[in-house]
């Protein structure tokens, strides 16, 4: 009898750690699986802020993935996907590759938001990947560059649209990184400008009052400068329009306004709500019994009223209540209904602040600052052991150890 397929769609939080539940679920031979991903490594995109600025090591944020499953169990393909037939089973793959499934998980997570707003998708930056991170740093070491020929200031202003917690993150980070940035291309610092953009009265306006005032005031130290309850406009490669004809003359735009869902899942006749696959309890998309999907890309909604944010945590909690109900699916076994147990968010601002809640203590201060690098560090523990730690953090390879 042939093995049961299991695909599994995006090696991001969801993804990845689905496949590592499986390889410890199932018993040997019991099904073949297979984990598809359009580039050959797993970013830890909650630190894409630091990639952006030079302010972590590429191989602290990416990882290859062959390293990170176990090959002997899941067969890992990098391959774009560009259509899922449900009818026929089968995924399309970029080059006219197929791939048949008996079970599929679809975690292909989230894509930038513009909200049609002109000129933001052609000339603005986004910190949605790790290579889009790359694209940022590299921008800024070429404006640096530039600015030593022509001392065009726009060069040296460095502009964050969107003030919820990735774009404080990114904010901070900018403050952190920019001096050795600017004196590694011997550029004065003085002469930088780090501006945030919010359509909101404040910076993280969904968090009680007191984390605002402490991150504005953590920001404000930082010379950072927040312009608040203004929306954008529009924007060109020189300058951001906004409200009120006023214009920012910047070649640099970093657009940390939202997410949406994957759209490419909109394609596959699959039931879509606000965008995204909706799931059932068991987050099997609704209406099969074979195709799940968590994550980014999908709508679950708790106690079926409320949906879900868009945040790694979901992602993960889903990823082993799903591999649990994939192999439950093939043995013929009862699902388990998933339940979602928020834990906290925490953000941090440069390398000495945070600002968070974990349960029901809110952070703020360096000790928020240590929570993100616990949560991050056990993320890494969870996916590769005290081993990967140590490769990501200090560069000793498991041989070493
Ligand atoms: P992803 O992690 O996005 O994984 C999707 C995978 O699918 C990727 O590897 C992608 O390359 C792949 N893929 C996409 N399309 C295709 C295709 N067509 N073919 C093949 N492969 C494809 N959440 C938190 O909980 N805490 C935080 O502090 C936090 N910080 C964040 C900071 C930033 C800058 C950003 C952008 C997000 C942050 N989030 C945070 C949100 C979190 O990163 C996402 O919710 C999480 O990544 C979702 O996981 P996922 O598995 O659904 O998707």
């Known amino acids: 009898m042939n093995k049961p397929k299991i695909v599994i769609l995006g090696a991001g939080y969801g993804g990845i750690i689905t496949s590592k539940k499986l390889e410890k679920l199932l018993k040997s031979g019991e099904a073949d699986v297979t984990l598809i991903n359009k580039h050959d490594y797993h970013y830890i995109t909650t630190q894409l802020h630091k990639t952006g600025i030079g302010t972590a090591a590429d191989r602290q944020i990416a990882m290859s993935i062959p390293e990170l499953i176990d090959i002997s169990k899941t067969h890992f393909l990098k391959a774009t996907v560009t259509h899922v037939d449900t009818d026929n089973k089968e995924v399309q793959l970029e080059g006219g590759e197929t791939v048949n499934y008996d079970y599929l998980l679809i975690a292909l997570g989230f894509e930038g938001q513009t909200f049609g707003i002109p000129g933001v998708k052609e000339n603005a930056f986004e910190l949605r990947s790790f290579r889009s991170s790359k694209a940022i740093y590299h921008h800024i070491k070429k404006q640096l560059n530039l600015y030593k020929e022509d001392q065009d200031p726009s060069r040296l202003t460095f502009v964050v649209a969107g003030g ?128 799940f999907s968590i994550g980014d890309c999908s709508l679950f909604m708790k106690d079926g009223k409320t949906s879900l944010a868009p945040t790694a945590q979901v992602a993960l909690q889903q990823a082993p209540v799903c591999a649990k109900n994939i192999v439950a699916s093939l043995r013929g076994e009862s699902l388990t209904t998933f339940e979602y147990h928020h834990k906290g968010s925490v953000a941090s601002i440069g390398l000495s602040a945070g600002v968070g809640k974990v349960g029901t203590v809110r952070l703020s201060g360096l000790i928020g600052s240590f929570m993100k690098l616990v949560i991050e560090a056990r993320y890494l523990f969870n996916l590769g052991g005290p081993s990967l730690i140590l490769k990501q953090h200090f560069g000793v390879n498991r041989e070493q150890v």
């Open 164 to 291: 919820g917690f990735t774009g404080i993150e990114l904010l901070g980070e900018l403050a952190d990184g920019l001096p050795k940035l600017c004196k590694e291309h011997d550029v004065p610092f003085e002469k930088v400008k780090i501006i945030g953009i919010e359509a909101a009265p404040s910076v993280i306006p969904f968090f009680p009052k007191q984390s605002v005032e402490y991150t504005t005031e953590v920001l404000r130290k930082l010379n950072i400068q927040l312009i608040t309850s203004t929306k954008i406009l529009g924007c060109t490669a020189d300058k951001i329009i906004l409200e009120n004809k006023i214009e920012v003359p910047a070649k640099t735009l970093v657009w940390s306004c939202g997410v949406q869902g994957n759209t490419i899942v909109q394609k596959w006749g699959l039931p879509i709500e606000k965008g995204k696959l909706a799931v059932d309890s068991y987050l099997r998309v609704k209406n099969t019994k074979n195709v």
